[in-house]
């Protein structure tokens, strides 16, 4: 289940070994594809806002 900007959605992890809950993921078509590192993570969020605020 993933938390984007408070839409929750379920996505598959099949393709990552990696992942733990509270993690930030990349999700392309409702696959987790890429593990976001904690450097990307303030990036993504200010992204984010920007798009959507």
Do not use: N
Not at 19 to 44: C, L
Request: proline share 2%; aromatic share 2%; glycine share 8%.
């Amino acid at each position: 289940m993933v938390d984007a900007s408070g839409a929750k959605r379920e996505v598959s992890v099949q393709l990552m070994d990696d992942v733990e809950p509270g993690d930030y993921v990349m999700v392309h078509a409702g696959i987790a594809i890429a593990k976001i590192t904690d450097e990307d993570e303030h990036e993504t969020d200010e992204v984010m806002e920007a798009l959507l605020g």
